[in-house]
């Protein structure tokens, strides 16, 4: 495909769908002028790169994308190889579908108790910034439940803060991957504050866990506690990288994800209409629970949508460690191979009407109709995200909470435009006047 820089630049969105789009599914190489990548969109293919051969297409340290994150997360749960694999093994009960479940109760009266503190507001006439109230309900769930509240409310959002400013600041490296980092590029000294921000956060508190870890269950405990294949203790910056992504991992689906569902309700009543009648059929009076979960079907259908067009992991790149070949293509050893569900799922070759906001597209019968991979929102293979299953019970914890004691109306009929950052994001506020549903 000819010269595409200049277009990303101009509206990210709209050109990687089009970029998708008028590859209609073939592996086609983009030209970024000295850096060439194969783009991969057609699911068969995708599957390829992230499952069945994820161990040819890496995740290379030194490659799009992982470099300039790797400075804020270094090796560890994000990265790739030995000292991944060894941090997945480590972290991965924490999120089974029994552990998870095992918190939803705790998290449930967390939530609630969070969502309450919107009556003030709310019966003040006051609008409130969605986007930051959630980050605070999503805080107070987290850290409490996988960080046995070692990390306050008010220190997790000053890491979120720095996490926001960290995921702008390195778009321009992740858009110019060819730059060295030894060169100055706009974003660079916001990136090292935040970054400076979130350690000066974070290790104190992991380096005061350490004395105490042998009888905590929490997951900087767990690290503390882990050992390696061969039988040492992982060390403090193992410990201090896995806190960090996980902190990253735990909330920012969540707390982005959710931002875009208001204003997207305002615009389908009848999506919203159908969504409080579950609720309120499904929880009644009384609170939210964990035991109401697996009966918020439609609720998991809303969701589905939601992050079939807003997923955060909006890009997945991979180096080819070896020649292969690819839907006809030659891929050469050491190519850079982009899969992006941002594209994939908002190709009009996989889903009919993509740009419609439609969560019908989620019943049985029309998920068995799809490839697997016309929708990974959370990518897929060894490297899928530990946190799926996690987000989708807290999603339908703090939607259900909302939906049964507010009406909402956004102050701006207008979608949030897409930031394309680290991880994808709205890029203005989304302000709601709440009203308090009677009872």
């Known amino acids: 495909m000819r010269y595409v820089l200049p277009r990303l630049f101009r509206d990210p969105t709209a050109a990687l769908v089009e970029f998708g789009e008028r590859s209609q599914g073939q592996v086609v190489k983009l030209n970024f002028g000295s850096f060439r990548p194969y783009l991969v969109t057609n699911p068969v293919h995708v599957q390829q790169v992230l499952g069945d051969r994820s161990g040819n297409y890496v995740r290379s340290g030194e490659g799009?994308?992982?470099?300039?994150?790797?400075?804020?997360?270094?090796?560890?749960?994000?990265?790739?190889?030995?000292?991944?694999s060894e941090s997945r093994r480590i972290l991965q009960p924490w999120f089974t579908a029994r552990r998870v479940e095992a918190l939803m109760d705790g998290m449930a009266m967390t939530i609630a108790d969070a969502v309450a503190e919107l009556d003030e507001p709310a019966l003040a006439g006051r609008p409130v910034d969605i986007g930051a109230e959630q980050a605070r309900i999503v805080c107070r769930a987290i850290m409490r439940a996988l960080f046995a509240d070692r990390i306050t409310v008010a220190e997790a959002l000053r890491i979120m803060e720095a996490q926001d400013a960290i995921a702008t600041s390195v778009i321009p490296r992740v858009l110019l991957p060819f730059v060295p980092l030894s060169v100055p590029m706009p974003g660079d000294r916001a990136f090292r504050r935040a970054v400076r921000r979130i350690d000066e956060v974070l290790v104190p508190i992991i380096r005061a866990a350490r004395s105490t870890a042998a009888h905590g269950d929490d997951i900087i405990s767990t690290l503390w506690q882990a050992r390696t294949d061969d039988g040492r203790q992982i060390d403090e910056q193992q410990v201090r990288n896995d806190t960090v992504a996980m902190v990253a991992v735990t909330t920012e689906t969540t707390i982005n994800v959710l931002t875009w569902l208001w204003p997207h309700l305002e615009r389908s009543p009848e999506v919203a209409s159908r969504l409080q009648e579950e609720i309120e059929r499904v929880v009644g009076e009384g609170m939210v629970t964990a035991a109401h979960l697996p009966q918020l079907r439609y609720t998991r259908m809303v969701l589905d949508e939601l992050i079939r067009l807003y997923p955060v992991a909006w890009l997945a790149p991979r180096q080819a460690t070896a020649a292969d070949v690819l839907g006809g293509v030659r891929i050469e050893a050491g190519a850079t191979v982009l899969v992006s569900p941002l594209i994939t799922q908002r190709m009009a070759t996989y889903w009919e009407r993509p740009e419609v906001f439609d969560p019908d597209r989620f019943t049985p019968e029309r998920i068995r109709g799809r490839h697997r991979y016309a929708y990974f929102p959370f990518g897929g293979g060894p490297h899928q995200c530990l946190g799926m299953?996690?987000?989708?019970?807290?999603?339908?914890?703090?939607?259900?909470?909302?939906?049964?004691?507010?009406?909402?109306?956004p102050r701006r009929p207008e979608l949030p435009s897409v930031q394309l950052a680290a991880a994808l994001r709205a890029r203005e506020r989304v302000e709601l006047d709440l009203r308090p549903v009677s009872r």
């Open 64 to 84: 799009l994308f992982w470099r300039p994150i790797r400075r804020l997360f270094g090796d560890g749960i994000l990265g790739e190889g030995q000292i991944w």
């Open 389 to 409: 299953h996690l987000f989708y019970l807290e999603a339908q914890l703090i939607v259900a909470n909302l939906v049964r004691r507010f009406r909402f109306r």
